[in-house]
């Protein structure tokens, strides 16, 4: 149950676009198409921002989109905008029943 | 809508046990598998554990397993957490979490309402 591997930091102006990479491995990120993907604030809640590698809940913009190539799954945010810097937590099903969550990265928009 | 509150938080010492409990509302929580997950002061989100929607099985992250116990009671539409042989590593903010699909396995569906989280410090 190793944490899945994330950039501590990405950064982007407004209107840019970042990514932010989770590793895993086949066990967990390469095996199953279960990759999700919150946005927190501090001192908040977690928020669901990806599901399933590349859908988005109702309600999150579509600025936000998820996918994934072998063990590693993406987040790319579009169209910067200031209220999209916090951490950004990666998740994979990992089988047996259990998750994993990775290191988590903060988004700076600068 | 959908309501998780945490409560039972407190500074324990190293060795001691504590109930953590989750209060739900707004959903059908007869049908959800739950989770528990953790997030120590400046650190990452740690999965904790998992209950399946009826409460007959429970998964355990290796670093509690033995120590911890999750149950539910669906006639009161509460989560608990049992934390025995509780570490100064324990220390963290615990979040309980709502699966997003209604009856499947734990572990497999995205988690789509969190609480807001109970603290819990361990320490001499």
């Known amino acids: 149950q190793s944490a899945l591997t994330q950039p501590p930091s990405v950064s982007g102006s407004p209107g840019q676009s970042v990514t932010i990479s989770c590793t895993g491995t086949?066990?967990?990120?390469?095996?199953?198409?279960?990759v999700s993907w919150y946005q927190q604030y501090p001192g908040k809640a977690p928020k669901l921002m990806i599901y399933?590698?590349?859908n988005r809940p109702s309600g999150v913009p579509d600025r936000f989109s998820g996918s994934k190539s072998g063990n590693t799954a993406s987040l790319t945010v579009s169209g910067l905008q200031a209220e999209d810097e916090g951490e950004y937590y990666c998740?994979?099903?990992?089988?047996?029943?259990?998750?994993?969550f990775g290191g988590g990265t903060k988004l700076t928009v600068l | 809508q959908v309501h998780l509150v945490e409560s039972g938080g407190t500074v324990v010492q190293p060795g001691r046990s504590l109930r953590l409990s989750c209060a739900a509302s707004g959903f059908t929580f007869k049908n959800y598998g739950m989770h528990w997950v953790r997030q120590a002061p400046g650190k990452a989100l740690e999965w904790v554990a998992a209950?399946?929607?009826?409460?007959?099985?429970?998964y355990y992250a290796d670093s509690v397993k033995g120590r911890f116990t999750f149950s539910r009671d669906n006639s009161e539409n509460t989560l608990y957490l049992q934390l025995n042989s509780l570490r100064t590593e324990d220390t963290a903010l615990y979040y309980c979490a709502k699966q997003a699909q209604a009856f499947a396995q734990a572990g497999w569906s995205h988690l789509d309402f969190w609480g807001q989280g109970t603290l819990l410090t361990v320490s001499s």
């Open positions: 399933e590698v590349s």
């Open positions: 998740s994979s099903y990992a089988g047996s029943n259990s998750v994993v």
């Open positions: 086949t066990s967990d990120v390469g095996g199953y198409k279960r």
């Open positions: 209950i399946s929607y009826d409460g007959s099985d429970t």
